[in-house]
Nanobody
Framework: VQLVESGGGLVQAGGSLRLSCAAS????????MGWYRQALGKQRELVAT???????NSAASVKDRFTISRDNAKNTVYLQMNSLIPEDTAVYYC???????????????WGQGTQVTVSS
């Protein structure tokens, strides 16, 4: 199983980016998915999560600007980021709880990370 992210890049303050993360491999079921970020010199922090049924949760710092969504048929999660500010600059990581085929245990998987840089 692997998670592959895309969509990061450099954007000016006030701009938008859309991140995507697709899970692939011998997947039986994908449970909750989410996005985390880690700025230089800081700890990794939660950005937003979404359950398999579509219930979402997001950090207060992004609640009115970022939207998480998913396409269960494609095992893909998205993060629409609007009104970006320099403080959003970080490496963004995708996370998913996945039960592999023919198993019953859930394991946590992480993407490789994608850089988002917001210039002032």
């Amino acid at each position: 199983v692997q998670l592959v992210e895309s969509g990061g890049g450099l954007v000016q303050a006030g701009g938008s980016l859309r991140l995507s993360c697709a899970a692939s491999g011998t997947i039986g079921r994908v449970n909750a998915m989410g996005w985390y970020r880690q700025a230089l010199g800081k700890q990794r922090e939660l950005v937003a999560t979404i359950t398999s049924r579509g219930s979402t949760n997001s950090a207060a710092s992004v609640k009115d600007r970022f939207t998480i969504s998913r396409d269960n048929a494609k095992n893909t999660v998205y993060l629409q980021m609007n009104s970006l500010i320099p403080e959003d600059t970080a490496v963004y990581y995708c996370n998913a709880g996945i039960v592999v085929r023919y198993d019953w245990r859930e394991s946590q998987y992480w993407g490789q990370g994608t850089q988002v840089t917001v210039s002032s």
